[in-house]
């Protein structure tokens, strides 16, 4: 019995900024605007690629995709931190954590692969126009969304279920915002070599394999793109593509940050770099869905006249 004692948690306590409490406030109102902005702006996203027919194309198909997800992401994780910064409430419970493990570590997998995913659509689009329709016709693009979806749950539920089912020996205090798996890996009072080597190979499929789909999509692009001799087509291309690289760019830059380098331990006096951590941890859960649809769909002619179309119509009587 004093094993299990010792050994089972049955909630966790989330640290945050609590070792900076003016600061809270701050945090707080910025996280709370930045919410309103992920809501408003990737829901307005995902009504206008639904409703208007100009938009039911591959690239918006999975740009909605990509709203849907960061709606959840964000959903799983920001509202019980404005409720820590704001009420001081700052525990979970042990299932509350799984389930906010899950999702979190299920969206970030499956953004991988839909980025992928699109950089191959407007490869094809691209470097070959005419056989655009063809190659990405509806059933594949659904396909290869529902591969993403399917592929990123499956390798959430690996590793939650493998940190979860570790020991903590009581030790239940995360210094993190969110339950996020190395924060909660730290805790573990036994051998982590296996949840190591698991994140490994879950780095190399869901990190490295879509980047080098991102890097060749876009070699040939811009081996195409330097051959057109249509100035306007080269600068349509340019824009589509920098929007595009500018999503990735954000988001792999803070995911490697975090994930391509998994810490068993926590050395003494890292105070300033596990701050450092929880902020860029922050800025990847709730600036980069933000910026999402800002820099690649909210700029977009076709979106902004999907949504100017959409508010200019009479309600059914």
């Known amino acids: 019995m004093d094993k299990i004692n010792q050994t089972f948690t049955s909630e966790f306590l989330l640290l945050g900024l609590s070792g900076y409490p003016k600061f809270e406030i701050i945090y707080f109102v910025l996280i709370l605007v930045m919410y309103l902005v992920i809501l408003i702006g990737n829901g307005v996203l995902i009504i206008a690629s639904i409703l208007d027919s100009r938009l039911h194309t591959p690239m918006y198909f999975f740009l909605g995709n990509l709203s849907f997800l960061d709606i959840c992401y964000t959903s799983s994780s920001v509202p019980s931190t404005l409720m820590s910064l704001i009420s001081k409430k700052r525990n979970i419970s042990f299932s509350g954590c799984t389930v ?15 980025l992928g995913m699109m950089a191959f659509d407007r490869y094809v689009a691209i470097c070959n126009p005419l056989r655009y329709p063809i190659i990405m016709n509806k059933v594949v693009y659904a396909l ?29 205090i995360i210094n993190h915002f969110t339950c996020e798996i190395l924060a909660v890996l730290k805790l573990a009072c036994a051998d982590i070599s296996l949840n190591i080597i698991t994140m490994v190979i879950s780095n190399m499929a869901f990190l490295v394999l879509p980047l080098l789909v991102i890097f060749f999509s876009y070699m040939f692009i811009l081996y195409t793109i330097l051959r057109m001799n249509s100035a306007t087509g080269r600068r349509k291309a340019f824009s589509t593509c920098s929007a595009h690289l500018s ?4 988001f792999y830059g803070t995911i490697f940050f975090m994930y391509a380098k998994p810490k068993s331990q926590e050395l003494p006096g890292e105070d300033k770099f596990q701050t450092s951590d929880k902020l860029i941890s922050l ?6 869905p933000m910026l999402n649809p800002i820099i690649y769909s909210l700029r977009n002619k076709d979106v902004k006249a999907a949504i100017k179309y959409l508010l200019n119509r009479k309600p059914i009587k």
């Open 283 to 288: 800025f990847y859960g709730v600036v980069t």
């Open 247 to 250: 999503v990735v760019i954000i």
């Open 144 to 172: 290869m969304a529902s591969v993403s979806w399917l592929s990123g749950g499956i390798n959430s539920i690996v590793q939650t279920s493998l940190a979860m089912r570790l020991p903590f020996c009581g030790n239940n």
């Open 100 to 114: 906010q493990m899950f999702i979190g570590f299920a969206m970030g997998s499956t953004e991988c692969l839909l």
